[in-house]
């Protein structure tokens, strides 16, 4: 059996390039034209084609530009009927999922502008396999939970008993008011915890028990959220590629609540998968922006993946899914550094780690601005105040205490990394991720009391003088 997911080629770089070579192409056509030069028309005009996977496609509807619609009603090659001239941008959109069987497709390599070749690469991933969660028991303090969850492929029940995995594993993040923390168990994969029985294996549904170890925290209050990751691999067809399902999410009862609350939803996974067709960190097996915050929480910072020398003094950076994303998007036009460690983490003869530098990335394409809240976000999700309670986002500074002639290498030991907490109030890291100069971050100091109450709504609440809506494009 073949199954298909989603994945991402390298856009960014595609992307690039044609831009580079767009405006190669723009100014050299121009012949001194002055602004709004055009560039120089051409009767060429190339195809814009590309290639369908999935074990069988039918009523899949493609659009480029919002227009020039087809059916296509295989896997396989598909092409544009209507051709475009160099300098023009092409932008290929699933406007029609399949019908039958009901699958979703996603987009890569589906966007740039025409620079003198067809374009063949436009690639259309159907994803087959799909996970939904049933239900949820035993979810008390200090009890082990008991997940009922239901797998197909393409509408077909997938008996995982026989056809596993490459990894599957549950989360349980809460309370829902603001995830503070996290915990994990695999259910398949290498290093399975807990226990995966089959409800009605021909069905498709099964029971995963987690591990004592996977306990509900004895504190936990309200409600909190359970969330699946998992992917299959098709190493003959396509080597290195983790074919993803997009989490489910289940909110449930701990203890004091009559009935669950979902976590808020402030952006739109359709809004991301509009530029990324997979988000390629943690190898693209996270899907569904909604699980990302389950570990991206406010109390998360990186702390275990930051670089260790000796002698030194680094702060691990917020984590924060508010943090990180307006960061990583923001990217050059940031004033200071984000740099976040990644995977691997650092050892005793690579003290460095896998440093990233978000703050290098080019961020948004050229006509996207990332001021325009509404680019990610739902609407309304990016006004101020903020619902009650939220938690403050938390960076964690280090300082190696290690005397550096005690050993040879420069890695500093556990034990002598000393981590003290800096933490943000809400408002103001949600704003201060963007606008990041030091003068920023006194004035919204000052504008926030000794009790840590923020005062920005007065001012820049939508509506007021000095209101978001004035300075950021709220609408599309
Ligand atoms: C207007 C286009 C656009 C939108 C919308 C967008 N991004 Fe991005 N994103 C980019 C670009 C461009 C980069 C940097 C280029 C790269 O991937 O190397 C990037 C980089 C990233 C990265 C780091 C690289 C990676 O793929 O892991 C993450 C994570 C990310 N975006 C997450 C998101 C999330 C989550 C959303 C929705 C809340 C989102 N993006 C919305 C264009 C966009
Ligand atoms: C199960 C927990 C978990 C989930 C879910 C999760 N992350 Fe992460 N993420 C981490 C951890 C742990 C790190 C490592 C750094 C650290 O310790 O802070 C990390 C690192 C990252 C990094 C920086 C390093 C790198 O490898 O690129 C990015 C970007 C990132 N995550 C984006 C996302 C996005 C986007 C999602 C959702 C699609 C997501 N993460 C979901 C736990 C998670
Ligand atoms: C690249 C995508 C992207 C853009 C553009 C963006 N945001 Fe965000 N924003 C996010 C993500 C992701 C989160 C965290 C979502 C979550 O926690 O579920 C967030 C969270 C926030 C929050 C906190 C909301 C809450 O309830 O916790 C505020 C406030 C906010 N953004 C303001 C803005 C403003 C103002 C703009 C425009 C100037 C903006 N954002 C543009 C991605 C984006
Ligand atoms: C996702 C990034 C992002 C976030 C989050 C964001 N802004 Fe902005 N903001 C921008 C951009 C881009 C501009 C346009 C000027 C520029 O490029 O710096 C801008 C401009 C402004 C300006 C005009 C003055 C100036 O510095 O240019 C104000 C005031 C402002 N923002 C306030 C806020 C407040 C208050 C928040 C939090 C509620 C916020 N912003 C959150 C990106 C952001
Ligand atoms: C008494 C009114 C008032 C309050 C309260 C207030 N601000 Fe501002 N803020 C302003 C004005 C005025 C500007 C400058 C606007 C302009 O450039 O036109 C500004 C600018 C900003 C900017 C843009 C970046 C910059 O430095 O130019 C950010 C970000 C910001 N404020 C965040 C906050 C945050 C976070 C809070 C709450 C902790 C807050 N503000 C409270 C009036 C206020």
Same mark, same amino acid.
Not at 16 to 22: C, M, N, R, V, W
Not at 97 to 125: F, H, K, L, Y
């Given at each position: 059996?073949?199954?298909?997911?989603?994945?991402?080629?390298?856009?960014?770089?595609?992307?690039?390039?044609?831009?580079?070579?767009?405006?190669?192409?723009?100014?050299?056509?121009?012949?001194?034209?002055?602004?709004?030069?055009?560039?120089?028309?051409?009767? !060429? @005009?190339?195809?814009?084609?590309?290639?369908?996977?999935? %074990?069988?496609? /039918? #009523?899949?509807?493609? $659009?480029?530009? =919002?227009?020039?619609?087809?059916?296509?009603?295989?896997?396989?090659?598909?092409?544009?009927?209507?051709?475009?001239?160099?300098?023009?941008?092409?932008?290929?959109?699933?406007?029609?999922?399949?019908?039958?069987?009901?699958?979703?497709?996603?987009?890569?390599?589906?966007?740039?502008?025409?620079?003198?070749?067809?374009?063949?690469?436009?690639?259309?991933?159907?994803?087959?396999?799909?996970?939904?969660?049933?239900?949820?028991?035993?979810?008390?303090?200090?009890?082990?939970?008991?997940?009922?969850?239901?797998?197909?492929?393409?509408?077909?029940?997938?008996?995982?008993?026989?056809?596993?995995?490459?990894?599957?594993?549950?989360?349980?993040?809460?309370? !829902? @008011?603001?995830?503070?923390?996290?915990?994990?168990?695999? %259910?398949?994969? /290498? #290093?399975?915890?807990? $226990?995966?029985? =089959?409800?009605?294996?021909?069905?498709?549904?099964?029971?995963?028990?987690?591990?004592?170890?996977?306990?509900?925290?004895?504190?936990?209050?309200?409600?909190?959220?359970?969330?699946?990751?998992?992917?299959?691999?098709?190493?003959?067809?396509?080597?290195?590629?983790?074919?993803?399902?997009?989490?489910?999410?289940?909110?449930?009862?701990?203890?004091?609540?009559?009935?669950?609350?979902?976590?808020?939803?402030?952006?739109?996974?359709?809004?991301?998968?509009?530029?990324?067709?997979?988000?390629?960190?943690?190898?693209?097996?996270?899907?569904?922006?909604?699980?990302?915050?389950?570990?991206?929480?406010?109390?998360?910072?990186?702390?275990?993946?930051?670089?260790?020398?000796?002698?030194?003094?680094?702060?691990?950076?917020?984590?924060?899914?508010?943090?990180?994303?307006?960061?990583?998007?923001?990217?050059?036009?940031?004033?200071?550094?984000?740099?976040?460690?990644?995977?691997?983490?650092?050892?005793?003869?690579?003290?460095?780690?896998?440093?990233?530098?978000?703050?290098?990335?080019?961020?948004?394409?050229?006509?996207?601005?990332?001021?325009?809240?509404?680019?990610?976000?739902?609407?309304?999700?990016?006004?101020?105040?903020?619902?009650?309670?939220?938690?403050?986002?938390?960076?964690?500074?280090?300082?190696?205490?290690?005397?550096?002639?005690?050993?040879?290498?420069?890695?500093?030991?556990?034990?002598?990394?000393?981590?003290?907490?800096?933490?943000?109030?809400?408002?103001?890291?949600?704003?201060?991720?963007?606008?990041?100069?030091?003068?920023?971050?006194?004035?919204?100091?000052?504008?926030?009391?000794?009790?840590?109450?923020?005062?920005?709504?007065?001012?820049?609440?939508?509506?007021?003088?000095?209101?978001?809506?004035?300075?950021?494009?709220?609408?599309?």
């Amino acid at each position: 059996m073949k199954i298909f997911g989603n994945y991402r080629k390298s856009k960014p770089i595609a992307l690039l390039i044609a831009s580079l070579l767009a405006a190669l192409v723009t100014g050299c056509g121009g012949g001194g034209g002055g602004s709004g030069t055009v560039p120089a028309t051409s009767t !060429t @005009t190339y195809t814009v084609s590309g290639s369908v996977s999935g %074990i069988s496609v /039918s #009523g899949l509807k493609l $659009t480029n530009n =919002a227009a020039n619609e087809i059916t296509v009603n295989a896997a396989g090659a598909f092409a544009f009927t209507t051709h475009l001239a160099t300098g023009k941008t092409y932008n290929v959109q699933v406007s029609q999922n399949p019908t039958a069987p009901v699958q979703t497709c996603t987009v890569s390599n589906n966007a740039g502008t025409i620079a003198g070749a067809n374009i063949t690469d436009v690639n259309v991933v159907c994803s087959v396999l799909t996970l939904t969660i049933q239900g949820i028991s035993n979810t008390a303090p200090g009890q082990t939970p008991i997940v009922t969850f239901h797998v197909s492929s393409n509408g077909v029940p997938v008996n995982i008993l026989t056809t596993p995995f490459a990894s599957l594993i549950a989360t349980i993040a809460g309370p !829902t @008011t603001d995830y503070a923390t996290y915990l994990q168990a695999k %259910i398949q994969g /290498s #290093g399975v915890v807990g $226990t995966l029985i =089959a409800v009605d294996a021909p069905a498709g549904v099964f029971n995963y028990t987690f591990p004592v170890t996977g306990a509900i925290p004895l504190t936990a209050t309200g409600s909190y959220a359970i969330g699946l990751e998992g992917y299959v691999l098709d190493a003959a067809a396509y080597p290195g590629i983790r074919f993803s399902i997009v989490s489910p999410i289940l909110p449930f009862v701990v203890t004091g609540v009559s009935s669950a609350a979902p976590r808020r939803v402030v952006v739109d996974d359709a809004k991301c998968n509009a530029c990324h067709a997979t988000i390629t960190a943690h190898n693209g097996v996270n899907r569904g922006v909604q699980y990302c915050a389950f570990c991206h929480n406010p109390n998360k910072s990186n702390d275990t993946q930051v670089a260790r020398f000796e002698n030194a003094i680094i702060v691990a950076q917020s984590m924060d899914m508010k943090v990180l994303i307006h960061k990583i998007h923001r990217g050059t036009a940031l004033t200071q550094p984000y740099i976040v460690g990644g995977t691997p983490a650092p050892t005793l003869t690579n003290p460095s780690g896998t440093p990233i530098d978000f703050g290098s990335m080019t961020g948004f394409p050229a006509g996207s601005n990332v001021g325009a809240c509404i680019t990610c976000h739902l609407p309304g999700t990016y006004d101020i105040p903020l619902a009650q309670g939220l938690l403050a986002s938390t960076a964690t500074k280090f300082t190696c205490i290690e005397d550096p002639l005690l050993d040879t290498d420069l890695y500093c030991n556990t034990g002598s990394f000393n981590g003290t907490t800096i933490q943000t109030q809400p408002i103001t890291a949600a704003c201060t991720s963007c606008h990041d100069a030091s003068y920023t971050a006194a004035h919204a100091a000052t504008m926030t009391t000794t009790t840590l109450v923020e005062s920005c709504p007065t001012c820049h609440a939508v509506g007021a003088t000095n209101g978001i809506e004035v300075y950021h494009t709220l609408t599309p």
